[in-house]
T-cell receptor
């Protein structure tokens, strides 16, 4: 399995709380991604980063924010959690030698299952 | 925008038999990559196989192979000698500017 880690694996939290989902990779990959996935459903890209100090919004609108201060770390933050945020969040990374293409294999973390009550 | 269609929400196969999962995609690009990812229940998403569009030869990884038909924009996955551990959600993905996933096919392997 790839060296990409996510914490926590499971989180149950009340409405209105601020949460940060952690994602770290030890492969030195430049490009990192956050996906949202409801159980048994497709993945939707919500954020990505080309490298340090780079963050972009994905295809699915999300109230979350991300930061990329270090190459290996790409945390996702929800300022005020709501029940509609309940989902699984997957982090991924890739080498991306070709900057215009997401051509490189993406390595996924184990995911964080979030339940907002 | 690119789209990926997996027309089989669920498939089942007997252990040791062969199964084919279908995937079609829509794009106007000529340079892209295609992937099959596997997501076992409550486990990590992992890459099964990858195909570069400029390569005519179909990719193969042990029991997994693809049938890549570029003109038809088709990219099916064949699993030979199916094993119980192959049971998972399988996602087809297209990679141009971003990675676009299909809705997935849930594969059940019956003993």
């Amino acid at each position: 399995e790839a060296d990409i880690y996510q914490t926590p694996r499971y989180l149950v939290i009340g409405t209105g709380k601020k949460i940060t989902l952690e994602c770290s990779q030890t492969m030195g990959h430049d490009k990192m991604y956050w996906y949202q996935q409801d159980p048994g459903m497709e993945l939707h890209l919500i954020h990505y980063s080309y490298g340090v100090n780079s963050t972009e919004k994905g295809d699915l609108s999300s109230e979350s924010t991300v930061s990329r201060i270090r190459t290996e770390h790409f945390p996702l933050t929800l300022e005020s959690a709501r029940p509609s945020h309940t989902s699984q969040y997957l982090c991924a990374s890739s080498e991306n030698h070709r900057p215009s293409l997401a051509a490189e294999t993406q390595y996924f973390g184990p995911g964080t299952r979030l339940l907002v009550l | 925008a690119q789209t990926v269609t997996q027309s089989q929400p669920e498939m089942s196969v007997q252990e040791a038999e062969t199964v084919t999962l279908s995937c079609t995609y829509d794009t106007s690009e000529s340079d892209y990559y295609l992937f099959w990812y596997k997501q076992p229940p409550s486990r990590q998403m992992i890459l099964v196989i990858r195909q570069e569009a400029y390569k005519q030869q179909n990719a193969t990884e042990n029991r997994f192979s693809v049938n890549f038909q570029k003109a038809a924009k088709s990219f099916s996955l064949k699993i030979s000698d199916s094993q119980l551990g192959d049971a998972a959600m399988y996602f087809c993905a297209y990679s141009g500017e971003k990675l676009v996933f299909g809705k997935g096919t849930k594969l059940t392997v019956n003993p």
